[in-house]
């Protein structure tokens, strides 16, 4: 039983020991070995590492590349727009002795000095120009200004900027409403100019149509009377020529033709035995 007992305390002697001596650096991190506050040295591969229990300690720092999203803030332009800008910062940490300095070695304390002066820088440059030049593609070189500026502020906190970019850029609620009212009635208009103009035009092709149908019918009736007229008058030639030919079998064929009119359908006419118009038909009933 003693013996168990002298066992487990030298185990926990040297686990107690183990945590004292030494330490372990993940591959995602680095570490500052600090003394008395000061670094002498730092770690970058990963392992086992030594160090002296009680005099020295270890701050554990980021090793990769972080992603802050800064809060979204108010940006007024040149032409006295209000946008609400939600923009982000991609960086990670450069010099530790700086850093550990100027933030203690906490990725919040970092994030804040990020939030203020990326803000401060993003404000500046794009109160220098216009809503419409910040939505456009230039916003991509305004960027560009903004991380140049705000890398070499933040470098002096060991904090190395990659880059800055805006995911949105809203108008603010209370103004939003506004504009999109003033959108849609715009668009409203147009559309109402559209159909005013679309119906304009519609008469004016309905009335060209009318008076280009009336045209061609009445171009048609003219050409329809002149072949009528055309008609008539070399059927009268062929009447008057057939007539001088033979002016009996004429006047006997005329009149069996008025006969196939005059008495189709039981048609009953009334007339003296001494007319004319019966010669032919009395001579037809004789024997």
């Known amino acids: 039983m003693r013996r168990i007992i002298v066992f487990g305390i030298v185990v926990v002697a040297l686990i107690i020991a183990y945590n004292l001596f030494t330490f372990t650096v993940d591959e995602t991190k680095k570490v500052a070995v600090l003394r008395f506050g000061e670094i002498v040295r730092i770690v970058e591969e990963p392992g086992l590492n030594f160090k002296i229990p009680f005099v020295q300690n270890v701050v554990y720092l980021e090793d990769r590349v972080l992603n802050y999203d800064i809060q979204p803030r108010d940006v007024l332009t040149s032409d006295q727009k209000r946008l609400v800008i939600d923009n982000y910062a991609i960086w990670r940490v450069g010099d530790p002795k700086a850093f550990i300095e100027a933030t203690g070695g906490r990725l919040s304390n970092a994030q804040?000095?990020?939030?203020?002066?990326?803000?401060s820088d993003l404000r500046n440059i794009l109160a220098k120009n216009t809503l419409d030049e910040i939505v456009s593609e230039q916003r991509l070189e305004f960027l560009e200004q903004v991380t140049e500026l705000s890398r070499a502020k933040l470098e002096d906190f060991g904090i190395v900027l990659i880059d800055v970019r805006i995911k949105r850029a809203d108008l603010p609620?209370?103004?939003?409403?506004?504009?999109?009212?003033?959108?849609?009635?715009?668009?409203?208009?147009?559309?109402?100019?559209?159909?005013?103009e679309g119906e304009e035009q519609s008469k004016q092709i309905r009335s060209t149509a009318d008076k280009d149908a009336e045209i061609i019918l009445a171009d048609a009736r003219k050409e329809a009377e002149r072949v009528r007229g055309e008609g008539d008058a070399r059927a009268l030639e062929i009447f008057a020529e057939a007539y001088n030919q033979d002016p009996d079998f004429y006047r006997f064929w005329r009149t069996l033709e008025s006969y196939r009119t005059a008495l189709?359908?039981?048609?009953?006419?009334?007339?003296?035995?001494?007319?004319?118009?019966?010669?032919?038909?009395?001579?037809?009933?004789?024997?």
């Open 264 to 287: 189709a359908s039981g048609t009953r006419i009334v007339l003296s035995t001494e007319s004319d118009y019966l010669e032919f038909i009395e001579g037809m009933s004789s024997p």
């Open 173 to 196: 609620t209370e103004i939003e409403q506004a504009v999109f009212e003033r959108m849609r009635s715009e668009r409203e208009r147009i559309a109402a100019q559209l159909r005013a």
């Open 112 to 119: 804040s000095r990020i939030d203020d002066i990326v803000y």
